[in-house]
C-alpha cells in the first residue's frame, strides 16, 4: 500500500451510517440525523432536463472544463448573485464540489506547505490535505463566538509556510453564519500575505437569521479567491454530482487539467440539469428553506430541554451542533449510546475535528415528526442514565 493511501481519512460519518443501516437490518427503528442530505426531491424541472437530455442522446464525452452552455450559466449566475460577471474561462464544471476541495489544493499547495482551516470543519478538507501530504493548519472555532471563524485567530496562524486560507460560511458542522466584517477582513488577510482563499459557499443560499456574506466580489475571482459551490445542498441534487469552481483563469485551467486526468468530464446529461436548476424557478430554495427553518427552531428547542444538553441557534445550513459535555459522556460516548439505546444516528463532533469533541451534529434533514420522536427517544435514554 502506498503511503498517500495510507493516509487517506474519507468521511467518518459514513461508518455510523453503516452501523445505522445494520441496526436497521436487524429490524430496529432509527432515526436518521448523520449524512448531511436534503430529504427533499430534485425539482421536477431539474429532473426533466436531465432525462430529456439522456433521451436526446447527449451522454457522450464533453470538454473537460464543462460545456459551454452550463459555464455561461455560471457567469450569468455569478453576475445576479454577486454583482460580477466572470469570464467563462475562469469557470470550471466538475463531478460535485467535493472533489474541488482538492483540486485548488494541487493547484495551489506544494506537499509539505500549509492550509488554513478551521477546527472543527468538513473532514474532506482534512482528508484532501493529508492525501496531498500538505499540512493542516487548524484554527479552532468557539461555542462563544456561535464558531464562526475568527480572522484575528486567523492572523496568528499565518506562517511562511501556508499558501491558502480555507473558509467556509454557511459552515459545516456547526451551521454557522461569518458576519460582513468578518468575511471582509479574511479576504485582507489573505490579501496582506498574499496567499490563496478557497470560499466554500455550498451552504451560501441556505440562511436564516444573517444574510450570507463571500469575499470573492473583493477581486471577482481574478487574483487570489477561489468559489466553491455546487447543486447538492440548494437544489437537492445530492446524487447528481455537479458542482463548479470560479477563480482566476490559470488556476481554474489547471484544476481542468487534474480534472481531466481523474475524471475526463463531468456527464452532459448532469450538466443539462445544471442548467435548469441556475436558471429556472429559484423559488423552489426558498419553499425549502421554510420547512428547514421550522425543524432548525423545533430540534434546538428539543435539544435544549434535553437534560446535560445545550445548543445554540444555527444561522445556516442545516445542522445544529449541541453541546453535551454536561452529560457525562465524551461526544463520541453519546453518539454510541443514542444509536444503540435510542435508535438515533447522529455524528460526534470530534469526526470534525480534535476542537468538536464535547459537541454533536445533527442534520435535521428530515420530518417534523422524525425530529420529536428522536428527542423524546433521547430524552428516555438520558433518564434512565440519571443524567440531570
Same mark, same amino acid.
Given at each position: ?12 460519518? /459514513? ?32 429532473? +426533466?432536463?436531465?432525462?430529456?437530455? *439522456? ?14 452552455? #452550463? ?5 450569468? $449566475? ?24 482538492? $483540486? ?13 482551516? @478551521? ?6 478538507? !482534512? ?19 456561535? /464558531?464562526?471563524? &475568527?480572522?484575528?485567530?486567523? +492572523? ?7 499558501? #491558502? ?5 454557511? @459552515? ?14 479574511? !479576504? &485582507? ?10 470560499? &466554500?459557499?455550498? $451552504?451560501?443560499?441556505?440562511? !436564516? ?21 455546487? /447543486?447538492?445542498?440548494? $437544489? ?7 458542482? !463548479?469552481?470560479?477563480?482566476?483563469? &490559470?488556476?481554474?485551467? +489547471?484544476?481542468? #487539467? ?19 436548476? #441556475?436558471?429556472?424557478? @429559484? ?91 428522536? *428527542? ?13
Amino acid at each position: 500500500m502506498s503511503d498517500a493511501a495510507g493516509r487517506v481519512e474519507g468521511q467518518p460519518m /459514513f461508518k455510523i451510517l453503516a452501523r445505522a443501516n445494520e441496526l436497521a437490518g436487524q429490524g430496529r427503528s432509527i432515526l436518521h440525523f448523520e449524512i448531511g442530505e436534503p430529504d427533499f426531491e430534485t425539482p421536477l424541472h431539474i429532473a +426533466k432536463a436531465g432525462v430529456e437530455a *439522456i433521451k436526446t442522446g447527449d451522454t457522450h464525452y464533453v470538454p473537460s472544463m464543462g460545456i459551454l452552455e #452550463l459555464r455561461d450559466s455560471v457567469c450569468k $449566475y455569478i453576475e445576479r448573485e454577486y454583482g460580477f460577471r466572470p469570464k467563462r474561462e475562469q469557470v470550471l464544471i466538475c463531478p460535485g464540489a467535493n472533489p474541488i476541495i482538492s $483540486y485548488a489544493m494541487q493547484a495551489v499547495v506544494n506537499p509539505g506547505e500549509q492550509v488554513i482551516v @478551521q477546527d472543527p470543519g468538513f473532514p474532506s478538507y !482534512y482528508s484532501a490535505m493529508t492525501f496531498n501530504n500538505i499540512v493542516p493548519n487548524r484554527v479552532p472555532v468557539w461555542e462563544e463566538n456561535h /464558531f464562526r471563524m &475568527d480572522p484575528v485567530d486567523i +492572523k496568528e496562524r499565518m506562517n511562511s509556510q501556508t499558501r #491558502l486560507i480555507m473558509m467556509n460560511s454557511p @459552515q459545516n458542522p456547526t451551521g454557522a453564519v461569518m458576519t460582513k466584517e468578518e468575511v471582509e477582513s479574511v !479576504y &485582507d488577510i489573505a490579501q496582506e500575505e498574499d496567499v490563496f482563499l478557497l470560499s &466554500d459557499e455550498i $451552504y451560501g443560499k441556505m440562511t !436564516y437569521d444573517v444574510p450570507h456574506h463571500s469575499p470573492i466580489h473583493r477581486d471577482k475571482c481574478n487574483e487570489r479567491t477561489i468559489l466553491l459551490n455546487g /447543486f447538492s445542498k440548494a $437544489y437537492s441534487m445530492t446524487g447528481w454530482r455537479l458542482g !463548479y469552481a470560479v477563480g482566476p483563469a &490559470d488556476i481554474i485551467e +489547471k484544476m481542468g #487539467l487534474i480534472l481531466s486526468t481523474e475524471v475526463s468530464c463531468v456527464p452532459p446529461f448532469v450538466q443539462r440539469a445544471g442548467i435548469a436548476a #441556475l436558471e429556472g424557478d @429559484q423559488g423552489v430554495i426558498a419553499e425549502m428553506m421554510k420547512h428547514f427553518r421550522q425543524r432548525r427552531d423545533l430540534i434546538v428547542e428539543g435539544l435544549n430541554s434535553l437534560p446535560g444538553v445545550s445548543c445554540i441557534v444555527p444561522g445556516g445550513a442545516f445542522y445544529a451542533f449541541p453541546n453535551v459535555k454536561n452529560t457525562g459522556m465524551t461526544d463520541v460516548e453519546f453518539t454510541n449510546f443514542m444509536l444503540e439505546e435510542a435508535g438515533v444516528a447522529t455524528c460526534p463532533g470530534s469526526y470534525f475535528g480534535g476542537n468538536g469533541a464535547g459537541f454533536v451534529r445533527f442534520s435535521y434533514a428530515s420530518s417534523l415528526e422524525a425530529i420529536s420522536e428522536a *428527542i423524546n427517544r433521547m430524552r428516555t435514554a438520558l433518564e434512565s442514565r440519571k443524567v440531570k
